[in-house]
């Protein structure tokens, strides 16, 4: 099992629809996550940032973690054509020396005018 | 503004000849990481920099080293690539090791084909 299970995709939605992306893992370890979000031909860039449980929003973004499933979601409502990229999540245990973010693979999402 | 630039953007070189991509940032963090990302892959930490303290993943090939002659500098050296090698090629910058409240900040990257 990899440490961090991201439906790759691809998902498609109109415009002005609620997205939800998710990401599992395995290590217990992880106690920061993070969004990417990463346009075609981009790198990537931060988007939402949690450390441990809980949620965090953010305009249009929330952000949602729950340790006890090791289960994280990003929510996007009234989602826009500008929003059609790929987000990747990323994890880091608390503490850890220098580096490793812990990617997923990405999920692209395409929003429909 | 402050910010992480990769140069170049596109990168073609020769089977087996020798590449240097380089990074450069304003925003004076302390740590620089070399990703690899494939297509439709997740990125792939190669090697980071703690100031000038340098650290290897145990699985990146021989064939990829790195300098970081300064704060400011890093280079990603790739000595004989190989078709496999074609990838994206991200720099990361983050202010300590934890990336902690502002996570990492990416450059636009470097695409690397090899013929």
């Known amino acids: 099992q990899k440490e961090v299970e991201q439906d790759p995709g691809p998902l498609s939605v109109p415009e002005g629809a609620i997205v939800s992306l998710n990401c599992t893992y395995s290590n217990s370890a992880f106690q920061y996550f993070m969004w990417y979000r990463q346009y075609s031909r981009k790198g990537p860039e931060l988007l939402m940032y949690t450390y441990s449980s809980g949620n965090k929003e953010d305009g249009r973004f929330t952000a949602q973690v729950d340790k006890s499933s090791k289960y994280i979601s990003l929510f996007i409502r009234d989602s826009q054509p500008s929003d059609s990229a790929t987000y990747l999540c990323a994890m880091k245990e608390h503490g850890g020396s220098q580096g490793n973010l812990i990617f997923g693979k990405g999920t692209k999402l395409s929003v429909k005018p | 503004d402050a910010m992480v630039i990769q140069n170049p953007r596109y990168q073609v070189t020769q089977f087996g000849k020798p590449v240097t991509l380089s990074c450069s940032q304003t925003l004076n963090h302390n740590v620089m990481y070399w990703y690899q990302q494939k297509s439709s892959q997740a990125p792939k930490l190669l090697f980071h920099y703690y100031d000038k303290d340098f650290n290897n993943e145990a699985d990146t090939p021989d064939n990829f080293q790195s300098r970081r002659p300064n704060t400011s500098f890093c280079f990603l050296d790739i000595r004989s690539p190989g078709l496999g090698d074609a990838a994206m090629y991200l720099c990361?910058?983050?202010?300590?090791?934890?990336?902690?409240?502002?996570?990492?900040?990416f450059g636009s990257g470097t695409r690397l084909t090899v013929v």
């Open positions: 990361a910058t983050s202010r300590d090791g934890t990336g902690q409240g502002y996570g990492y900040t």
